[in-house]
């Protein structure tokens, strides 16, 4: 079947500091891949996808890259800013269905 | 882009009561929609395939005639929670696949079940 496992959080980092969310999955077929952000009291936004093995998503700053061989998808971010501070999720898609992970929070101070 | 709205963006209600939730496709149609709710502190669970001119598929466990699901045209779809509990107090959330399978998401409704 089709799972997303994602690194747990909470995540505290400084300002400027590098980050990284692990986020495995598994999938029957070559699904796509998502990270989705949701600001305090917002919904989902899609902050950067890839949909073949190799691609490279990236947005914001923020990059994944589509590890077949490896079954992952991290986020990375060089240089975190305290707006990046919210929820942050994993997700894959089969079909039209959606499988997201459990979701990391972010806070990122001064 | 396009976008999908939720309507309303938050509700509280009395146990037992029924409330309605709309998601309208506002750019786009959209022949499948689909309905996610999501606990504190977790992941968005898929509760629902919205199917327009036909019948819900539900994901297992969750209850058919609890949570009505009506798809009555290509841009909206409604989620009725029946019968509202405590337990059904949760943050809803709809999705809809536009003509390049490219998903939106509503920004959810908050259901607070007094």
């Known amino acids: 079947g089709n799972s997303v496992t994602q690194m747990e959080g909470p995540v505290t980092l400084s300002e400027e500091a590098f980050l990284t969310i692990n986020c495995t999955y598994t999938?029957?077929?070559?699904?796509?891949l998502f990270w989705y952000v949701q600001y305090p009291g917002e919904g989902l936004q899609l902050l950067l996808k890839?949909?073949?093995?190799?691609d490279k998503g990236s947005n914001k700053g923020f990059e994944a890259t589509y590890r077949k061989e490896t079954t992952s998808f991290h986020l990375e971010k060089g240089s975190v800013q305290v707006s990046d501070s919210a929820v942050y999720f994993c997700?894959?898609?089969?079909?039209?269905?959606?499988?997201f992970g459990t979701g990391t929070s972010l806070t990122v101070i001064p | 882009g396009a976008v999908v709205s939720q309507h309303p963006s938050w509700v509280i209600c009395k146990s037992g009561t029924s409330v309605k939730i709309e998601c309208r496709s506002l750019?786009?149609?959209?022949?499948?929609m689909f309905w996610y709710r999501q606990f504190p502190k977790q992941s968005l669970m898929l509760m629902a395939t919205s199917n327009e001119g036909s019948k819900a598929t539900y994901e297992q466990g969750v209850e058919k005639d609890k949570f009505l699901i009506n798809h009555a045209s290509l841009t909206l779809s409604t989620l009725t929670v029946t019968s509202a509990h405590p337990e059904d107090s949760s943050f809803y959330i709809c999705s809809a696949p536009d003509q390049d399978r490219e998903q939106y998401f509503g920004p959810g409704t908050r259901l607070t079940v007094t």
């Open positions: 890839a949909t073949k093995a190799d």
């Open positions: 999938a029957t077929g070559y699904p796509s």
């Open positions: 997700a894959l898609m089969s079909g039209n269905q959606f499988y």
């Open positions: 750019d786009f149609q959209a022949t499948t």
